[in-house]
């Protein structure tokens, strides 16, 4: 190909670390990259008006006719979330297995602009390449079904990329991580481990899932109401345990909310959701059966103000009103920052007369990742030489590095990376190599990173304090003002009960810009900075706010 | 006085009931009217740029005459915060313990516009008059020194109005909760028992404040290296343990954070605070120690971005730069909502090297309120025939009826109310009267309840998509535009690299103002209704967003 050969394994993470979300590495040898994931993140709360956050793939862009694929660990939003927009950058072969690529088609199936994706099912088990990388899937669990780790072989040895993974000894499917497969490698010799830090800083051990049916069995038993109960809907092995006590208890189940209604389609299809054909009924039949015969398995576990629960919360649902007796189970734990939004709709809940049960007050949740024990686990079978923490803000990276060195890797193996950081590895071990772009691209409606730090700077101005727009006609020859100041003001105050103020304002405006036009001074830079410094100054003084102003001058 | 004599008493909550702050409840018997708290709360997520709510206090206003004075249970912000507010518009004695007091006079001493104020201390078991009621104060344990409950002596007997408490046998103080006199009450006979609902959720008991002593000794004993602690500033007694740990391990303290600096001057003066002179060491000071002679106790622990920790994490404190092996302490617990903020900080902290010791990782906090079996024990001593649950969301009000029904009051001797709601006392028995106006007043700046539903709607509008100004100058007479459209844009896209789209937009306005001006159509509101809509459809269909589109049309 003419290029240089490096000889040297790179390993580039760009997205995931010092961060939860928009998980992505990709793993490089001469010519050729192979990706493991490509999911988003959700804005943090400074990013006003942004829907979703997506990786900085400049790096691959440049490198476009290296890359060979995308392999992914599982279906979640973080780890598949972003392929729609990658995929319009370079298109690539996607592996997977059967349910993570079943729900990459959902999201793109509709997208024309995409042409033609190449997605291949490969089992847990079964070798294959993608380039000069040995690849294969091993089975773990996790709170979505179909859920690997990957190994990589390279001319460096093997690679361990756990994804998300919790250890079950008793999963709903069946399905139990295969320990023996981490052990065989691991007597084999592993080179790099890079392992999900989620919860590393939890001590113990993650409940099995199965733990979470007793609970529905049990509540279910003892309720004679209707029962409503929130859950993430990829989680079907959960949705799975709603179903059986539902059809335990002589129940049916409808499903309520898109991604609720979307994900199950799915999962019954590829055989991952297995109901009973009577037991599933429409929400708008609801009203035919008595409230004891039914589960309404719903989304809005987080108190999105849109999701289903929320609005039957706020009686803005269509088909769903809360009564007084209903039984309301949040079948999920708060994900940091939405504690306040769910705490409003189980009030909102409590005060139409429902009855609410959440983690606090049964086992109607378990977490799907590992852990500080099973972590361990894991480290104590694949015995690496070298570590990464991936998944994880900074304290998690930092935490799981010393739970490594604890597990008897010594400290000059373990690397705590940023994204954009690179690891090479050659034959004379592992150091740090060059940087590569790395970063958030925001993404508002249509438009992929055109929000920038100005805008949202401006966005943030003007939510805090609104906006002033003042207009005014001058006629430059004769240094006078024709017509104006005007005023529209939005987010400031509510004019009609401000005019006194509106009119003080006025007066200012006019009397900063006279001042200029009886010295002569009128272009048009001058005369703009007289009005905002004016009225800068004489909102501050009565009013102690900063509205934007946008000074808007005509010239007759 | 010429009014209608009711020989009702009124019990009307004003603030605290549903929520969690501003709590205010007046106590009205024929002509007069006593209020017990003072507070504000703080903004939700929606409620843009405001700074502080407080109660509308329409009622009393209306009733100014009959309003006798404001007493005090303690001196956090949620009980004495709007006090400067109340003052401006109802100028009434304030009653207090001195702490509780002297912490009002900071907030209004420099406030030249309330006129001279009345501030009146009393000590527990002091028995006064306010109007035609008897007082009382008894002493409990709070977050902060000097915390009261209120007794009201009232024709139709005795009121106990918990305020904030937890039961602490061992307090910093040596002073603990008056359980004696909360028995001889219940003995005597009370009609009606107020108890605040903040931990009504949580089982057993909250432990002493002075465990978190131990915890510090055993910290600092062991740390070679700079310790800076956080908490808030009016947790005097957790202050005072800091500082005593410090002693007892040869560390100066420093004070850092406004109100940190503050509280801790005014607790010094009036004797709640005790430190030894030459313990005390300015910030400026710090560098002529070595690290593990110090003790920087700093406000923060809620990770507000303008707080000297978080300022220190950033690397933006003037004084104070984190170092590696800095040992930050959070004395606290993350307030619901600010979670993430506090996260981000001790991931900062982290990054910068530092060792962060927070709740989860060690007992360095307790909370201030009473739990489940705390509040069992006030119910059982106090036996009340009549209970109202306060100070909470709607769920705790709920969870708190239920408590006290179990410990035997008949549920129609509860009641939940609302703000707003009148409970009236007679000699036959007590039942729910007219609702008096009640409320949310928005602060923003100097501005006190401008702000409403139509202003912080357009700041929604505006922080999610930000706005677009369009002017255009038209001819009326010859029906052509004289000069424009032009574009302004905030908020919404960078311009710069968005030229295709803004040339794009003004061809729509000009193509829907020329199809008005062609038909004859020129009355302002038509045509600024042609722009807003050609213009909404054009950028939600290039754009997927819908800024804020406002018109200005010139005529010349």
């Not at 990742?369 to 099973?374: G, R, T």
Request: glycine share 8%; with cysteine.
């Amino acid at each position: 190909m003419g290029k240089k050969i490096s000889h040297k394994l790179k390993i580039i993470p760009l997205g995931g670390l010092n961060e939860i979300g928009k998980n992505m590495t990709a793993f490089e040898y001469n010519n050729e990259i192979l990706i493991i994931d490509c999911g988003l993140s959700f804005p943090s709360e400074e990013m006003l008006g942004i829907d979703v956050v997506i990786q900085d793939i400049t790096y691959l862009k440049k490198n476009e006719e290296k890359v060979k694929g995308i392999v992914f660990t599982h279906g979640h939003e973080d780890h598949i979330g972003s392929v729609p927009y990658f995929l319009k950058e370079i298109n690539v072969p996607l592996y997977g297995t059967k349910l993570t690529l079943g729900l990459i088609n959902v999201k793109i199936k509709d997208k024309k602009n995409l042409g033609k994706v190449e997605m291949i099912v490969k089992e847990p088990g079964q070798a294959f390449k993608v380039g000069c990388f040995g690849v294969e899937f091993i089975r773990v669990s996790h709170s979505i079904p179909d859920a690997v780790s990957v190994v990589l072989t390279t001319p460096f040895g093997k690679i361990v990329y756990t994804g998300d993974f919790k250890i079950d000894y008793t999963p709903i499917d069946g399905q139990a991580i295969d320990l023996g497969r981490f052990a065989e490698l691991g007597n084999e010799g592993v080179t790099l481990l890079m392992a999900e830090s989620t919860n590393v800083e939890r001590e113990g051990y993650t409940m099995s899932e199965s733990t979470v049916g007793i609970t529905f069995d049990n509540i279910f038993r003892a309720s004679t109401t209707r029962i409503i109960v929130a859950s993430f809907a990829s989680n079907i092995h959960r949705v799975q345990q709603i179903v059986n006590a539902a059809q335990m208890n002589d129940r049916k189940v409808c499903f309520s909310g898109r991604s609720m209604v979307n994900v199950s389609e799915v999962a019954k299809e590829l055989g991952y959701l297995k109901i009973n054909e009577d037991t599933l009924i429409d929400i708008k039949d609801l009203d035919r059966y008595p409230d004891n015969e039914i589960v309404l398995v719903t989304t809005g576990t987080q108190g999105e103000p849109m999701a289903a629960l929320s609005r039957m919360a706020k009686g803005e649902h269509r088909n769903v009103q809360i009564r007084e007796g209903d039984l309301v189970i949040f079948s999920s734990s708060p994900i940091p920052g939405n504690e306040k939004s769910i705490k409003n709709v189980i009030n909102l809940l409590y005060q139409k007369g429902a009855e609410v049960i959440y983690e606090a007050l049964a086992d109607v949740h378990v977490s799907g990742h590992a852990c500080k024990e099973e972590l361990k686990l894991i480290h104590a079978l694949v015995k690496p030489k070298y570590f990464i923490p991936i998944h994880g803000e900074y304290s998690h990276l930092k935490t799981h590095s010393e739970l490594a060195h604890q597990m008897g890797i010594p400290n000059e193996n373990i690397f705590v990376l940023s994204n954009g950081n690179t690891l090479e590895i050659t034959q004379n071990g592992a150091k740090m190599g060059k940087n590569v772009p790395s970063g958030k691209l925001l993404i508002d409606g249509l438009g992929i990173g055109d929000v920038g730090n100005i805008v949202l700077r401006d966005r943030k101005i003007l939510s805090e304090d609104g906006l002033m727009v003042v207009v005014v006609s001058v006629n430059k020859s004769t240094n006078t003002i024709v017509s104006g100041p005007d005023i529209i003001s939005r987010g400031f105050v509510y004019v009609r009960e401000s005019e006194e103020l509106m009119l003080g304002a006025k007066k200012v405006v006019k009397e900063s810009l006279t001042n200029c036009l009886d010295n002569n001074i009128k272009d048009w830079a001058s005369l703009k900075s007289a009005i905002r410094n004016s009225l800068r100054e004489f909102l501050y003084r009565t009013t102690k706010r900063s509205p934007m102003i946008l000074p808007v001058i005509m010239e007759v």
